[in-house]
C-alpha cells in the first residue's frame, strides 16, 4: 500500500478546503445579489408608489397616534399631514380618470374651511354630500381621502371628550384606508 507524501495530502486537503471555501463564497455571494436585486425590487415598487405609499403610511401613523396621544395638536397635525398628502394622489388619480376633475378640485379649495367646521356641519356638508356638486358616482372615493382626516381635525377641535372621539376618528382613518385600497 502506497502512502501518498506528507505534501500531497496536505495539499489535497487544501485543495479541497479551497474548493469549499470557493463555492461557500459563490454561495454567499449568489445569496448577497439576490437579496440585493429583492431590495433593489421593494425599492422600485416604493418608488413607482410614491404618493400613495406616503398617504397610505402617513394614515397608519394617524392612527397610532389617535392610538397613543392625548394631544389634541398632535393628532390634528397628524390629520392635516394625511389631508395635505391627498393632493398628490388626487392629482394622479385625476390623471386617470379625468371625469374625477371637477370633485377633486372642488374638495382640495375647501380643504381648509372643513377644519374650522364643527363634526355635524362637516358630516352634513361633505360626508353626506350637502355643500358638494355633483360628480359621477365612480368619482365618491376620492373626496374621502380628504373628508375623513378633516373629521379628525374637526374632532381634534371641537370634541368636548378627546377620549370618547378618539374611536370615531379611528373610524374616520380606518374607513379612510379603505376608500384608498378601493381606488
Do not use: W
Not at 97 to 121: R, T, V
Not at 157 to 162: C, G, H, N
Amino acid at each position: 500500500m502506497s502512502k501518498l507524501p506528507y505534501f500531497c495530502l496536505r495539499y489535497k486537503t487544501l485543495a479541497l478546503f479551497k474548493g469549499a471555501n470557493m463555492l461557500s463564497k459563490v454561495i454567499i455571494i449568489s445569496t448577497l445579489s439576490a437579496f440585493s436585486m429583492a431590495t433593489m425590487s421593494c425599492n422600485d415598487k416604493a418608488a413607482n408608489l410614491g404618493a400613495k405609499a406616503e398617504y397610505h403610511s402617513a394614515s397608519k401613523e394617524l392612527l397610532y397616534k389617535i392610538e397613543k396621544s392625548s394631544d389634541r395638536e398632535v393628532i390634528s397635525k397628524a390629520a392635516k399631514k394625511v389631508a395635505d398628502l391627498a393632493s398628490p394622489v388626487l392629482d394622479e388619480l385625476v390623471a386617470k380618470n379625468k371625469k374625477c376633475g371637477g370633485i377633486a378640485k372642488f374638495i382640495q379649495e375647501k380643504k381648509l374651511s372643513m377644519y374650522d367646521l364643527k363634526p355635524s356641519q362637516l358630516e352634513l356638508d361633505y360626508h353626506d354630500g350637502g355643500a358638494l356638486p355633483k360628480f359621477p358616482d365612480e368619482c365618491h372615493d376620492l373626496k374621502e381621502l380628504i373628508v375623513h382626516p378633516a373629521t379628525v381635525v374637526s374632532l381634534a377641535k371641537y370634541a368636548p371628550e378627546l377620549t370618547k372621539a378618539k374611536a370615531q376618528m379611528r373610524d374616520e382613518i380606518e374607513e379612510v384606508i379603505l376608500h384608498f385600497e378601493a381606488l
